[in-house]
């Protein structure tokens, strides 16, 4: 298993410390996501000052074209030297519409189409072939030679699909190389939910399992002390209860037995009163999402959970987690005795 962390830098200044510490901490890659800075650009640096993997997990597909994502990925894995893996996701309505400007309609459909016209331009420029994609959303059919980029090293990126529910984990299954669990689940949304349909949308394309790469993404919550500790807790009981306020993410909380709190959480975020959501997360919760404890038992909870599917195991935590933390927990993860 490969194990990823949040590049969680603020200033593109701070990369190449990150990066390196990082490293040395045991990490194979780094991500980056959408949030409040571009997640292409600094993988830019994550390449040159490391040997880590760099991934975006997510950048947001809909905010952009299917040519302006190829043109950065295949310029991130020629220049890693085939090092990085496309995570995309979907977002939510309000945030294409009126954040990016960009239109919103028949978001799983739209996913499938993207991913498949980013093969097409991807196979223009790694394998020579003509570039003639036409779908319900997109079309591609111009590639003059001077705009061609030629192969890539490593060859096109592996494609990561971020989602929650069940119809675009299937479309996941369909067309993409990976799925990128998104934070916000628990063991039983997994089990009951994420997994069935992923196994839905493999057998469409005519798959198996180990055609297929699983990242997990976790929260979790430790710390070097107890004010560490708590400060950790805080910032992840944030983090869920932004994520269970939106209705798309509903059905996480709905095999819990919980679904009264999204659209409570929701009216919260509608009158501007986002300090009151992290108090409604009670521990119960946040336990069966985050893997929460000290090193130990964070790493034995990560294996419990993950150890026998995924590939990948990334730390999103909102929050750098402390470089001796991390390198306890690795070290945990590797060790024979993990599942002790």
Known sequence: ?????????????????????????????????????????????????????????VAIAFAR??????????????????????????????????????????PVSRMREFVLALRAIFASWNS???????????????????????????????????????????????????????????ERSLEKVMLPNLQRGLARSGRVASDFALCAQVMVVTGENEAGFENARAMARNQIAFYASTPAYRSVLEMEGREELQPELRQLTKEGRWHEMAARIDDELLCKIAAVGTPKEVANILHRRYGGFAERLAFSSPFPIPQAC????????RSPLASA
Not at 67 to 96: C, E, K, T
Request: proline letters at 8%; glycine letters at 12%; charged letters at 20%.
């Open 1 to 57: 298993m490969k194990i990823d962390a949040g590049l969680l830098v603020t200033n593109m200044n701070q990369i190449d410390v990150r990066v390196r510490e990082l490293e040395e901490s045991g990490f194979d890659g780094c991500f980056t996501f959408e949030g409040p800075h571009e997640p292409f650009m600094p993988l830019v640096l994550a390449a040159e000052h490391s040997k880590l993997e760099i991934g975006t997990g």
């Open 65 to 106: 074209t299917p040519m302006v994502v190829a043109n950065l990925a295949h310029d991130l894995q020629h220049y890693s030297g085939g090092r990085f893996w496309l995570g995309l996701g979907s977002q939510i309505r309000p945030h294409i519409e009126s954040r990016f400007s960009m239109p919103w309609d028949k």
């Open 128 to 186: 020579n072939e003509t570039l003639d994609f036409r779908g319900e959303f997109y079309k591609h059919t111009l590639m003059p030679p001077i705009f061609n980029p030629g192969p890539a090293t490593g060859g096109a990126p592996p494609i990561f699909l971020g989602g929650v529910g069940p119809r675009m984990t299937e479309a996941a299954g369909e067309v993409a190389d990976g799925m990128l669990l998104h934070p916000f689940h628990t």
């Open 326 to 333: 991390s390198a306890e927990i690795i070290s945990a993860l």
